[in-house]
């Protein structure tokens, strides 16, 4: 469980990366969700405790996050990078014992371990290849398995799915969420469709604020009402709803311009008739990052 | 220890070392075995400089570092260490490897009592100039978490020390020094006292490391240097 109260992490060029943040992440998969630079990468970097905070309490299984207890945090920590290099001339195999050796792993329990994590990564039958022959989808597997060779109580994942084909992201997402049974997982993603299919909970932060903290379902039903559809029968029609609306959807068909639009009220545009559709994660999380800027509209 | 064989020694380091000591070997013959020391480690010690810098810097270069430093201080600088040594270990072979090399260029006897002789220096002042520059390097390169910063500083001080600036040290600051001794080795006899002075340095460094592999990476972006 982790429990972040008041956390504000402020660059000397007075820039802050996250301003007064609170949010209680128990087990299970939690996501993380913004726009680049809203601040989620700085939530990681202060989780992993390359970043010490400015202000606030961050605490990790009872054990508050300070420089006194780095060691105790680093310890409980799993963490996948965005964008993780592997060493190109280690195999699989190597890589991981490389990671067990370096992470303190009892020597009896880490070829148990790697087996596992290589059963359940489906890496076995790749455990020879050397990493710079790997595929993107399997290094970010090896990546998720080094990450899960401390057994941490907290695994930390940044965008695991970017760049994937769709075979390899659904791959990923499941083993997400069997690894998150038994453990905290903070789950970064611009990507909505994933955590829609992964999380019960998640937070959407925007320049260095929290502007959601709950369930999917319940950020799906505060956008009820508010997601409509329209067939437009030319450009100028587009760019005219454009101007007001929130775009989320465009598409062409042979009636015309299929759109899907985000509003607090019914949308009003001369001879334009619209209906109310059912929102999907995207357009709630589109809907309520775009909060604020409906009141300028 | 085998991963950090793999690590620190890849093919490409292997083959631009053994090329750099064999161009320079073409380049700059030699008459006497004693010449071969003036030539060799110096030449030795600005091939240190660069084939050891990135042991630990290379956990930045590769996108690597934020998992590295998660793992406990000791180990990661036990690796860090192991990498050092395993880079030092064969610099010093192609020592050993080169002298002889040089020896053929000269058409010299093999095997004459100076010959091998003054390979035993060889090996001795390698062992410690070599130290002292590796560690100079991987230092520096660590302090400042950058590759180029450290790699400007350790050249600058291999010029300082082969350079007309070195006449103004004293003799016991001066690490590729040598005393004249007309009787033996063709005149000149390198000075061990102030080699042992810079290994002590090196050594002393490479235990420094033990901070700076601690240190978190992202220090910088929390001072503002985004």
């Known amino acids: ?297 | 220890m085998k991963c950090n064989f793999k690590i620190s020694l890849p093919l490409y380091k292997l083959l631009y070392s053994m090329v750099f000591m064999f161009v320079m070997a073409l380049i700059r013959p030699t008459v006497t075995p004693i010449e071969i020391l003036t030539v060799i480690e110096p030449n030795l010690c600005f091939l240190a400089i660069v084939f050891v810098a990135d042991i630990y810097y290379c956990e930045f270069r590769e996108n690597r570092i934020n998992v590295f430093y998660l793992f406990p201080d000791r180990l990661k600088y036990k690796a860090v260490v192991q990498r050092f040594l395993i880079d030092f270990v064969y610099l010093v072979l192609l020592d050993l490897i080169f002298y002889w090399i040089y020896i053929l260029f000269q058409n010299s006897n093999l095997f004459t009592k100076e010959i091998i002789s003054i390979y035993g220096y060889s090996i001795l002042m390698c062992f410690m100039t070599v130290l002292f520059f590796a560690s100079l390097s991987v230092t520096m390169v660590n302090f400042f978490q950058n590759m180029w910063f450290g790699l400007v500083i350790s050249l600058a001080v291999w010029f300082v020390f082969n350079t007309k600036v070195k006449e103004y040290l004293p003799t016991v600051l001066n690490i590729f020094a040598y005393k004249i001794t007309p009787e033996i080795n063709g005149g000149i006899t390198p000075y061990f006292f102030n080699r042992a002075l810079y290994m002590v340095v090196g050594i002393v460094m490479l235990i420094m490391n033990y901070l700076l592999v601690k240190r978190s990476p992202m220090r910088k972006v929390k001072e503002g240097k985004k």
């Open chain 1, 1 to 297: 469980m982790i429990e972040i109260r008041n956390l504000t992490v402020q660059y000397k060029n007075g820039v802050k990366g996250l301003d007064n943040v609170n949010l209680t992440i128990s087990n299970g998969i939690y996501g993380l969700l913004g726009e680049n630079g809203a601040g989620k990468s700085t939530l990681m970097n202060v989780l992993t405790t390359l970043l010490t905070p400015t202000r606030g309490t961050v605490i990790v299984n009872s054990v508050n996050v300070i420089p006194q207890n780095y060691t105790k945090v680093k310890k409980m920590i799993g963490y996948l990078p965005q964008e993780l290099g592997m060493y190109p001339n280690l195999t699989v195999r190597e890589t991981l014992e490389y990671v067990a050796a370096l992470s303190g792993v009892n020597p009896i329990k880490k070829k148990e371990k790697i087996e596992y994590l290589l059963e359940r990564t489906s890496l076995k039958e790749h455990e020879k290849k050397k990493n710079k022959q790997l595929s993107g989808g399997m290094k970010r597997r090896v990546g998720l398995a080094q990450a899960l060779i401390t057994d941490p109580q907290l695994l930390i994942v940044d965008e695991p799915t970017t760049g994937l084909d769709p075979e390899e992201r659904i791959r990923i997402r499941n083993l997400l969420v069997d690894f998150g049974r038994d453990r905290s997982v903070l789950f970064s993603s611009h990507v909505v469709e994933d955590l829609a299919s992964t999380c019960n909970d998640l937070c959407i932060l925007k320049k260095g604020k929290k502007i959601y903290d709950g369930t999917i379902q319940h950020l799906i039903c505060e956008a009820d009402n508010h997601v409509f559809s329209c067939m437009l029968s030319s450009e100028e029609e587009f760019l005219r709803v454009q101007e007001r609306y929130k775009i989320t959807g465009k598409n062409y068909s042979n009636e015309g311009i299929d759109i899907r639009l985000v509003s607090r009220s019914v949308p009003d545009v001369a001879g334009i008739e619209f209906q109310y559709v059912k929102p999907t994660l995207e357009d709630a999380y589109i809907y309520k990052s775009s909060s604020e800027k409906f009141e300028e509209i």
